[in-house]
């Protein structure tokens, strides 16, 4: 059932073309969103896409979803030309826009996912089954008979994701899917992607601005930025390199003593009374680190964090400056 | 291909319209209202100048009134709501994503959204000025039953054809609103038009004789105009094959011309992105 391959894609490019002042009179202008990105995802693998605001992601996922035509470039998903065969590809993928609502507003969800079943031409005992699972999975026993409008946003986006699911598609698309969720809700969608991949083999592409995504799923993470992969590698090597960096921040009730950082630790700001230290915990433990700016004078408050995905993009320009 | 989505899609629209039973009875009232307040103007009209040979009788005009106010809802005012929300909320790319006919999939949301809101009116209103009028004494003020038992089977095969021709402008209108990604533009046009040329404004046989063979060969007046002729017996230009031609026409071209601009505008938004 499964091909060698789920999703390649080669020297992707995609520019529009937009109208400044959004009139018809006003002059064209292209953007490029995509530069020429190559990646391959083979089948039952889950991929993350990580990058900034604007960095092309979502472009890359309506490519893959069959909706929008690159300018130039190939992608196969299971073998298939997205946009050439856009009705037989997109009966076989399942795809979730985290800001987006493919449930109907007037609908309850259960009604949503049997006009879903209808779609998509489930067999009722396979949609019994599926529904049942999802259900389970996503808890949505409670709010099968609610009508989406009264949905809370966790509530609506762990029924989206039913509703992607429920034709068992082969490949899924996720674009934010956690966005805006509450803690619960982010993990019971990650706990389900992760169940789906080990049970059925499913291959999953998701992008994301939150690296507890990256780390609970991706197997593999492609960083992308303006347009161009900037690094394609296995979540462990990627950890093992610019994810394991933390910050620490520490304020301090008086003036800032000499601090004498130890190695593997360098000052990245400094106010009046508080500083942030940028460590890596392979080569300096966090404990280490702390115990040592304990015995600081007039230290108050200590936070450790990680970077955010903004600084750990530009710590990629720098390291890959062309 | 299938058609269960269609008919599924269908069935849950007709729902969500027979949800809004308020609505129905709130719009019932408004058009008992306009409905009485042309037919005392009709009737005023008429009782001052007998002698004008008019193209309807009194009692015709009434029943055309009433008929017309019950079918207000079928009128194509605009584009399907949920395509607006969607187009408003980026959400309408979802719809791009189904494997379905596109057009068959919005045809038969409209379809059902328009004849939802217009059978329970239609039924309700047909009750209170038809027997009901008779009963209390109004019976010249009343709606008339059909010309006759062919009268009434023309007109049946003919209301059919309007609410699918009125489905075809509705999507006319959703595809003018995935293209603008507003509704808003679709109310603002379609709902003067629709209320002027389909005669609910003024009866189409009553414009004037060089109007009206015009107004007679234009898409709206396929929707309630002519099925009305035809319930009343009402000589039709050219026959009962002529009025059941100019909606067949009418069916046919926006279907087409329809199909080929959605396409168009598939492509559009496949390259712009939605
Ligand atoms: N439909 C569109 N028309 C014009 N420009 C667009 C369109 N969609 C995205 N862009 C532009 O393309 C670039 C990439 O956007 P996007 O793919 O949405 O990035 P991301 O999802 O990584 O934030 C941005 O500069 C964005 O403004
Ligand atoms: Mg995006």
Redesign the interface.
């Known amino acids: 059932m499964k091909n060698a391959a789920a999703i390649e894609v080669h020297d992707l490019r995609k520019t529009?073309?937009v109208r400044d002042g959004g009139s018809w009179r006003g002059k064209t202008r292209e953007i490029t969103a995509l530069d020429g990105i190559s990646f391959t995802v083979p089948a039952g693998e889950i991929a993350g896409f990580i990058g900034p605001n604007g960095a092309g992601k979502s472009?890359a996922i309506?490519i893959l979803?069959?909706?929008?035509?690159p300018t130039s470039g190939t992608v196969r998903v299971g073998n298939l030309i997205p946009?050439e065969n856009?009705?037989?590809h997109?009966?076989r993928i399942g795809?979730v826009?985290g800001?987006?609502?493919?449930l109907?507003?007037?609908?309850s969800v259960g009604?949503g996912l049997?006009?879903l079943r209808?779609?998509?031409?489930v067999e009722p005992a396979r949609f019994l089954r599926n529904r049942e699972r999802l259900a389970d999975a996503l808890d949505l026993h409670g709010i099968m008979d609610q009508s989406v409008r009264q949905l809370s946003l966790g509530q609506r986006m762990r029924a989206e994701i039913a509703a992607a699911l429920i034709h068992d598609p082969d490949v899924i698309i996720l674009d934010e899917p956690t966005i805006g969720l509450d803690a619960p809700s982010k993990l019971a969608v990650r706990a389900f992607v992760r169940d789906l991949r080990r049970e059925r083999g499913t291959t999953v592409l998701l992008t994301t601005h939150d690296m507890h995504d990256i780390e609970a799923l991706a197997d593999r993470v492609i960083v992308i930025g303006h347009g161009r992969i900037l690094a394609d590698s296995p979540f462990e090597a990627l950890q093992a390199t610019t994810l394991s960096e933390r910050i620490l921040e520490a304020d301090f009730t008086g003036p800032l003593p000499d601090l004498l950082l130890p190695e593997g630790a360098t000052e990245t700001a400094r106010g009046s009374r508080s500083v942030t230290i940028t460590f890596d915990p392979q080569r300096l433990p966090a404990p280490v680190l702390v115990a040592h700016l304990s015995t600081l004078p007039g230290l108050g408050d200590l936070r450790i964090g990680r970077p955010a995905i903004e600084e750990i993009i530009t710590r990629f320009y720098a390291d890959h400056a062309s | 291909m299938?058609i269960?989505?269609y008919?599924?899609?269908f069935v849950?629209q007709w729902k969500?319209g027979l949800?809004y039973r308020l609505a129905v009875l709130a719009g019932l009232v408004a058009q008992m209202w306009f409905g009485a307040i042309s037919l005392m103007a009709y009737a005023a009209v008429y009782h001052h100048a007998p002698g004008v040979d008019a193209p309807m009788t009194l009692r015709q005009a009434m029943t055309y009134t009433w008929i017309q106010q019950s079918l207000f809802t079928l009128l194509p005012l605009g584009c399907l709501p949920?395509i607006g929300?969607a187009a408003k909320?980026?959400?309408i790319?979802?719809d791009?994503?189904?494997?379905?006919d596109l057009w068959n999939w919005w045809l038969s949301a409209s379809l059902a959204r328009l004849l939802g809101n217009a059978i329970p009116r239609a039924v309700l209103l047909a009750a209170v000025a038809g027997p009901l009028a008779a009963l209390v004494g109004l019976n010249g003020w009343s709606l008339a039953p059909p010309a006759s038992l062919w009268a009434a089977i023309l007109a049946l095969c003919s209301f059919i054809l309007g609410a699918f021709i009125s489905a075809s402008i509705v999507m006319w209108w959703n595809i003018v609103t995935a293209r603008t990604l507003s509704p808003l533009g679709t109310y603002a046009v379609g709902t003067p038009l629709a209320v002027l040329l389909s005669g609910m404004l003024l009866p189409l046989p009553l414009y004037p004789d060089w109007a009206r063979e015009l107004l007679l060969f234009q898409p709206f007046a396929g929707i309630s105009d002519i099925p009305i002729r035809l319930y009343m017996g009402m000589a039709i230009p050219g026959g009962v094959l002529t009025a059941l031609g100019i909606q067949c026409f009418w069916l046919a071209a926006l279907t087409l011309v329809g199909r080929f601009w959605m396409h168009r505008t598939i492509s559009r938004?496949?390259?712009?992105?939605?």
């Open positions: 529009y073309q472009t309506k979803a069959g909706i929008l035509r946009w856009r009705l037989a997109v009966a795809v826009f800001q987006r609502t493919q109907w507003w007037d609908l009604e049997a006009l209808d779609i998509y031409s | 299938t269960k989505p008919v599924t899609s849950l969500i949800r949920a929300e909320s980026g959400a790319v979802y791009l994503l189904r494997p379905v938004m496949e390259v712009q992105g939605a």
